[in-house]
């Protein structure tokens, strides 16, 4: 006799903040969960949230056609609503408590047998309490951060970058003209990919790292050196997590009951008013925010969210719960979410990406 289907129906949310790409999942999950296995497959919306409180809604290929160009997520999104650490009102003051056993409830009321969780570390932390509960499921690796560790790329990283790449050739011209100094502040939380990635592609002169502890000293001597030579103007990238030596990062705010608690910027005006006063030269300021995380998402991202959807679904149908779809140089793999939880994945000092910057002449503010 044929062995019974473990899984005939599938839920899928997208958690944490969004990024370039989402849809693209969505759409390559859905279309391969019914095509290729006969699945039928559930939209929980806004994150976990959704799980917790059985927001839900019915995801046929009808509904995600037109998606895959489309920024953000049909399904909608938050970095709040931890089922393990979820507030209430408990006579009158607010207490955190495990709701996970709500997830279980719902998921059986809609007949969902495992779930693909779309997250960053946040969210995949905890769809990996979920799985040691006994959920089945599989994580998909999305942050424009490109800091997740156990996978070479995370999708929204590449468009995030393009969008930066793009704000610093359109920065130069500016620059050019008012022989200004032209800070740009890119996020990626405690990580320098977006920063000295769009720093090489948008010819910046000085990209500055979380990785790398900044002097100010060194930075004004980079440009005043550039004056010296007659040109007029610079380039100043600065990732939201970069900070001087022995100083701290710049803390916009603190978020409470968010599984990012923090969140970074202004170290962008920091930098520009310390350089204006050191060199004398014009100083301005942009902060690319939340640009990085919207828009559709470039042919790249398209691709690579399409591939990791599809596999998402193919390695749930092959049983290979608990684990994480990632890339490993032209590869989809799995790696457990025990591995992908190990760490945050920072630039390593030894790439070539690096050393290619410093061959170029562009300070690392070091
Ligand atoms: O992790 C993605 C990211 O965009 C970071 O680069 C940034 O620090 C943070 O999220 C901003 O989060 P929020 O959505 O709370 O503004």
């Known amino acids: 006799m044929p062995k ?82 979820y507030p209430i009102e408990r006579n009158g003051e607010k207490v955190f408590v495990d709701v996970s056993d709500r997830i279980f409830e719902n998921t059986a009321i809609h007949e969902v047998d495992a779930l693909v969780v779309i997250g960053g570390d946040g969210s995949l932390s905890i769809a990996k309490e979920l799985y040691d509960k006994g959920m089945k499921l599989i994580g998909v690796p999305k942050t424009i951060d490109n800091d997740l560790y156990a996978t070479d790329q995370t999708f929204g990283f590449d468009t995030a970058l393009t969008t930066a790449t793009e704000a610093l050739d359109k920065l130069h011209t500016t620059a050019e003209s008012h022989h200004r100094v032209m800070v740009l502040e890119v996020m990626g939380r405690n990580a320098g990919w977006i920063a000295l990635s769009a720093g090489i592609a948008g010819g910046a ?11 100010i000293e060194c930075v004004a001597r980079k440009i005043n050196h550039r004056s010296n ?68 998402p470039t042919a790249f991202d398209r691709i690579l969210s399409t591939r990791y959807g599809a596999a998402a679904v193919n390695f749930l149908m092959e049983g290979r719960y608990g ?25 390593p000092l030894d790439i070539d990406l690096v050393s290619a910057a410093r061959q170029l002449g562009i300070s690392l503010g070091d």
């Open 4 to 85: 019974k289907k473990e899984v005939k129906r599938i839920g899928i949310l997208t958690g944490g903040g969004d990024a370039p790409g989402l849809n693209a999942v969505i759409r390559a999950v859905v279309k391969s969960a019914i095509r290729e296995h006969e699945l039928s497959v559930v939209g929980f919306l806004n994150g976990f949230g959704g799980l917790i409180k059985n927001q839900v809604r019915e995801l046929s290929e009808n509904e995600v056609a037109g998606i895959l160009p489309r920024g953000g997520t049909i399904l909608g999104t938050t970095n709040r609503d931890n089922p393990f650490y």
């Open 205 to 215: 002169d000085v990209i500055l790292l979380p990785e790398i502890q900044y002097d």
């Open 229 to 296: 030579q007659n040109k007029k103007f610079s380039i100043i990238v600065v990732a939201e997590g970069a900070r001087p030596i022995g100083g701290d990062v710049v803390i916009q705010q603190k978020i409470e009951n968010s599984y990012d608690p923090v969140r970074l910027g202004g170290i962008g005006q920091v930098v520009a008013r310390q350089i204006e006063d050191i060199t004398g030269k014009e100083s301005r300021v942009t902060v690319l925010g939340h640009l990085q995380r919207g828009g559709s």
């Open 323 to 347: 684990h994480m779809v990632c890339l490993k140089g032209t590869r989809i793999d799995t790696v457990t979410l025990e591995e992908a939880a190990k760490g945050q994945r920072k630039v």
